[in-house]
């Protein structure tokens, strides 16, 4: 892995990590370095591809032919889909509108990865396990998130988890260096219990997304019949990334929580 960039933002994120810095002022400092890439999220193709089909699986699941509704938004399925089917076909569709790799990018990896743990985390803990639920609770199960409070929860733990894994990706490259005797961490167990703690600070954040986004999917289904085209998506990505890294930044003042 590549060494982080020789800036004076990125030299400030290494001495608060070495000085004994929390979580919270670090996740801070790295998200001032890597504003830029972050910026870029919500014209990336891999981001958009992602939030737009969480955007549209819940009302996917609300049709009376579940399979056919899916494969109506790309994600193919074999016809009685559990919860491993579902997200291997979301993985699939994501792919495919990153033809031949050609506009795959760090961010839309991680945008990946981040929309396919979101399903199989919570329709796995509804469920009961990722395996092993019949197509119809699959189907109830998804369609429940098609209200305004359930999508800002599903939306919330996306965003946490996109955060996170950008945040991580840079910090990974300097972690280890702070990791042994006489530096701030001794052991990499503590070095984990820190990652750790910015995963929680990253999830708490995020709960700043959670009325914005349910309240935005209700309106744009009414306004489109459901038919919310990518580009309104980016739209809802910019702004929801605008709150988060806002409050991250909010966070870190001496009043923040």
């Known amino acids: 892995m590549s060494p982080l960039p020789a800036t004076r933002k990125w030299r400030e994120v290494v ?124 189907q109830a199960e998804l369609a429940r998130l098609d209200t305004a409070k359930q999508f800002g929860l599903l939306a919330k733990e996306y965003f946490a988890k996109f955060t996170f894994k950008v945040i991580d990706y840079f910090l990974n490259r300097t972690l280890p260096e702070q990791t042994g005797d006489g530096k701030r961490f001794t052991t990499f167990r503590q070095q984990q219990q820190f990652t750790d703690a910015l995963e929680t600070h990253c999830r708490e954040t995020a709960e700043i997304v959670t009325t914005y986004a349910g309240e935005w999917l209700k309106k744009n289904e009414w306004e489109t019949k459901g038919d919310i085209e990518r580009e309104k998506a980016g739209r809802f990505i910019s702004y929801a990334m605008t709150k988060l890294t806002s409050e991250l930044r909010r966070r870190n003042l001496p009043d923040g929580r």
């Not at 801070?28 to 591809?49: I, Q």
């Not at 579940?66 to 997200?87: A, M, S, T």
């Not at 990896?109 to 796995?124: D, H, P, S």
């Open 15 to 138: 001495a608060l990590i070495g000085g004994g810095a929390s979580a919270k002022q670090v996740a801070s400092a790295t998200l001032r370095a890597c504003e830029n890439e972050l910026g870029k999220a919500a014209d990336d193709p891999g981001v958009v591809e992602a939030v737009w089909l969480l955007m549209r699986l819940p009302l996917a699941a609300r049709g009376d032919d579940f399979v056919h509704e899916l494969f109506h938004i790309g994600v193919d399925v074999p016809p009685e889909p559990g919860i491993p089917e579902l997200i291997a076909g979301v993985s699939e569709a994501i792919d495919r509108a990153l033809f031949n790799n050609c506009k795959r990018t760090d961010l839309g990896e991680f945008a990946q990865t981040a929309a396919t743990e979101t399903l199989a985390e919570l329709l796995g803990g509804r469920l009961g396990g990722m395996f092993g639920a019949s197509t119809e609770k699959v």
